[in-house]
């Protein structure tokens, strides 16, 4: 999660970040992260990006080209790292070298370091921040300015709103770009007000600081099954396939073996055979090897898979049995998504870590006023920078419930209750989901703002002509109209 400018904007973005070039300590075991004090990813960019980047004048793009120009080749890399003491390893060497030698291999480390500090409280203010420790004496100058201002004032000792201070050892993040050869293109501590690494990581399941694989309970199975697949293709293959046993004795003169193979696959064929008493005739050979079982020991292993995992057909959507019915059917996904909640919810949290971040950044990075619309049925609201940046929020991801069912049963209930009278053609235009709903609501109501224009002009009263909208008959509505035309003709003869 990082700020800047892509594509000629200047907005928060978020990456998918590979997991073959992410790296981080092997020390953490708490699920969420919080106690993992190194992590960073390879980066390979070209030359002109990474001057972009980290060349502020012609003498840092000088050095760049320095340091990337006996970074390019396997030899000059490996005498840089024997200059450490490092035996030459091409598994290690390729850590360092781009798969792309056009690239320049760049390795961003965030590390966790300690360092001393003070901790402040300002009761004149009720400010508490943090500063190094070699700024005591400039908090101590502050404070002997108070007590000389509260001195002359006439106020006591304990009066004078001090400065409190605190030492402690402060842990923050801290940031490296390096070369492939060690040298540190650019430090700094973390830029980022939430004080943390912009990554979000999640291993699942998480135990006792080892990531194991959510099919991994079921990798016996696959195995036995791989092996049953392989065993049944070896017999089939070794088995007899429609073998010619021709008896040597019944072979006619004039004839070889081959010229009798080809005859006895040959449509409407005939051989000639020498029979005598007692012969056999010749015969084809064909060996069924496929009901020894393995049919049998491949159902039982993939219904384990089944069993093990809790993930069945209707959660994969296979169709049921005949007759199955559809509660029965419901009922087998829900207790197969049951068994898939930890996952989920796993996945939930890692989602709601990353947008915190992503809000965190748009307070801190965003200075002008935005209008966003949160979601597709929302009104757009007007996002004030400065009226939001110091707020502490609580953050919560739920799954929508716009999907196809919902809104089918939602249109279909707001069609009943409308047909019904209890509510009118616009409320259920404006809360239905509709495909033409607001083109139809839009037109609705341009031909209520119509007749009710013209109906000004007649002199109608408009009560009436909401009655008339709503299905009152129209005769009925013309006698009120001439009524109301004869009290008004009478009016103006008195």
């Known amino acids: 999660f990082r700020s800047g400018w892509r594509n000629g904007h200047n907005d928060c973005w978020t990456d998918i970040v590979a997991p073959d070039d992410f790296f981080c300590d092997n020390h953490w075991r708490d699920p969420r992260g919080w106690d993992m004090e190194m992590c960073g990813e390879i980066h390979d960019v070209g030359f002109d990006e990474l001057c972009h980047q980290f060349a502020s004048n012609p003498g840092d793009a000088s050095r760049l ?20 003491g490092m035996t030459e390893d091409r598994r290690t060497l390729d850590f360092y070298i781009p798969r792309d030698r056009s690239q320049c291999r760049l390795i961003e480390i965030w ?3 300690a360092k001393e500090v003070i901790r402040c409280h300002d009761p004149n203010t009720g400010e508490l921040y943090v500063v190094d420790a070699s700024e005591a004496g400039e908090i101590e100058a502050k404070n002997e300015e108070r007590r000389r201002l509260g001195f002359e004032s006439g106020m006591e000792e304990d009066e004078i709103p001090l400065i409190r201070t605190e030492w402690m050892v402060n842990r923050y993040w801290r940031v490296y770009f390096l070369s492939p050869q060690g040298d540190i293109i650019m430090e700094a501590d973390t830029p980022y007000e939430h004080g943390e690494h912009p990554y979000v990581v999640k291993g699942y399941p998480f ?12 990798i016996d199975q696959q195995r036995y099954v791989n092996r049953l697949i392989i065993m049944y293709d070896w017999i089939m ?10 008896p040597e004795e019944a072979l006619p003169d004039g004839m070889t073996i081959d010229e009798v193979a080809d005859e006895w696959t040959r449509f409407n064929g005939v051989i000639m055979i020498k029979s005598k008493p007692g012969m056999q005739l ?33 959660l994969q959507g296979k169709p049921g049995y005949s007759g199955m019915s559809a509660a029965l059917y419901n009922q087998q996904a829900q207790n197969a998504t049951t068994s898939l909640v930890d996952i989920l919810e796993s996945y939930s949290h890692f989602t709601v870590t990353g947008a915190y971040k992503d809000v965190k950044n748009i307070q801190q990075f965003y200075d002008q006023s935005l209008l966003i619309r949160l979601t597709n049925d929302a009104e757009a609201v007007e996002y004030h920078p400065s009226e939001i940046r110091d707020v502490e929020f609580d953050l919560a991801v739920v799954e929508s419930t716009q999907t196809p069912v919902f809104r089918a049963v939602a249109n279909d209930f707001l069609m009943e209750i409308w047909k019904s009278g209890q509510i009118s053609l616009e409320t259920m235009l404006e809360n239905s989901s509709f495909p033409f709903a607001d083109r139809l609501l839009q037109s ?15 002199g109608m009263d408009p009560a009436l002509m909401q009655q008339a909208r709503q299905g009152v008959d129209m005769n009925a509505v013309g006698v009120a109209q001439n009524m109301l035309k004869f009290n008004h003709n009478q009016n103006g003869n008195q």
């Open 65 to 84: 080209a320095a340091i990337y120009a006996e970074a390019r080749t396997r030899d000059g890399l490996a005498e840089a790292w024997r200059a450490f």
């Open 111 to 113: 590390r966790k370091e």
């Open 207 to 218: 135990i006792d600081g080892e990531i194991h694989s959510f099919v991994s309970n079921i």
């Open 237 to 246: 293959r070794a088995s007899s396939k429609g073998v010619l046993l021709f």
């Open 282 to 314: 010749p015969q084809q050979v064909a060996n069924n090897s496929t009901n020894i079982g393995i049919s049998e020991m491949l159902n039982i292993q993939l219904k384990l898979f089944e069993d093990i995992s809790g993930v069945n057909g209707a």
């Open 444 to 458: 609705v109501q341009a031909q209520k703002e119509s007749m009710a224009a013209q109906q000004e002009q007649q």
